[in-house]
């Protein structure tokens, strides 16, 4: 009895310190503004042999553009966009930091909000030291469930979880990306819809005017 008391424990043991591993890939957006005129830089430290995924999309600010360019720890220029709304893009990376700026210095009055999402995978290699989990089992035949099994729902559970919190994330940004082009529209609308009222006002007394005087008895004015 010991035996399998001792045993479950190991196992309990074993499964909380693989949750605790199981995250490989750190994802992490953020959103900010950039004046016009100006470039702004980020810097990411990468592992060899990892991916790091970019998305990026222009919020807000006038043509909703921005360029982009991604630059490897050895100065190479991996990736160079002008004048795009937004981004995807996944490349493998070696040891280093890993630059991409987005760059405004071509407007001169728009400033524009830019969200970025960084996805970084395979960057944590402390699982790859993890013994296998049998060193940890003894008897193993008389558990009636299988560890495999757990582990495996556990890893499709995160990756759904993951999966969503990204799509969520997107829809956000998609979200207000929207709206601030509604309210623009609204505002042009708006404006437009002024000057026509002001122009059918001012052709209206026009006419008025007009045909007043041609119905004016002129006779009257001799006199």
Same mark, same amino acid.
């Given at each position: 009895?010991?035996?399998?008391?001792? #045993?479950?424990?190991?196992?309990?043991?074993? &499964?909380?310190? +693989?949750?605790?591993? @199981?995250?490989?890939?750190?994802?992490?957006?953020?959103? @900010? /503004?950039?004046?016009?005129? +100006?470039?702004?830089?980020?810097?990411?430290? =990468?592992?060899?042999?990892?991916?790091? *995924?970019?998305?990026?999309?222009?919020?807000?600010?006038?043509?909703?553009?921005?360029?982009?360019?991604?630059?490897?720890?050895?100065?190479? %220029?991996?990736?160079? *966009? *002008?004048? +795009?709304?937004?981004?995807?893009?996944?490349? *493998? /990376?070696?040891?280093?930091?890993?630059?991409?700026? @987005?760059?405004? /210095?071509?407007?001169? =009055?728009?400033?524009? &909000?830019?969200?970025?999402?960084?996805?970084?995978?395979?960057? !944590?290699?402390?699982?790859?030291?993890?013994?296998? $989990?049998? !060193?940890?089992?003894?008897?193993?035949? #008389?558990?009636? =469930?299988?560890?495999?099994?757990? #582990?495996?729902?556990?890893?499709? &559970?995160?990756?759904?979880?993951?999966?969503?919190?990204?799509? +969520?994330?997107?829809?956000?940004?998609?979200?207000?990306?929207?709206? !601030?082009?509604?309210?623009?529209?609204?505002?042009?609308?708006?404006? $437009?819809?002024?000057?026509?009222?002001?122009?059918?006002?001012? &052709?209206?007394? %026009?006419?008025?005017?007009?045909?007043?005087?041609?119905?004016?008895?002129?006779?009257?004015?001799?006199?």
């Amino acid at each position: 009895m010991a035996k399998v008391v001792l #045993l479950v424990l190991l196992v309990i043991q074993y &499964v909380v310190r +693989q949750c605790l591993c @199981f995250s490989q890939s750190v994802d992490s957006d953020y959103t @900010f /503004t950039l004046p016009a005129g +100006q470039k702004e830089c980020f810097f990411q430290p =990468m592992k060899k042999d990892a991916t790091l *995924e970019i998305e990026y999309q222009v919020l807000d600010g006038t043509g909703l553009d921005v360029d982009f360019f991604l630059i490897a720890p050895s100065g190479e %220029i991996l990736l160079l *966009e *002008e004048r +795009q709304s937004d981004g995807v893009h996944t490349v *493998e /990376t070696v040891d280093g930091d890993y630059q991409f700026c @987005f760059d405004n /210095t071509y407007s001169r =009055m728009s400033e524009k &909000v830019i969200f970025f999402e960084l996805i970084l995978d395979n960057i !944590n290699d402390e699982s790859n030291d993890q013994e296998d $989990w049998k !060193n940890y089992i003894v008897g193993s035949d #008389l558990l009636d =469930m299988k560890l495999e099994d757990i #582990l495996e729902t556990i890893n499709s &559970v995160k990756g759904r979880l993951s999966k969503s919190a990204h799509i +969520q994330t997107l829809l956000k940004a998609f979200e207000a990306r929207d709206r !601030n082009i509604q309210e623009s529209n609204y505002e042009r609308v708006n404006f $437009w819809s002024a000057i026509n009222l002001v122009v059918m006002v001012a &052709v209206s007394i %026009i006419q008025v005017y007009m045909l007043r005087s041609l119905f004016e008895d002129k006779r009257k004015s001799r006199l």
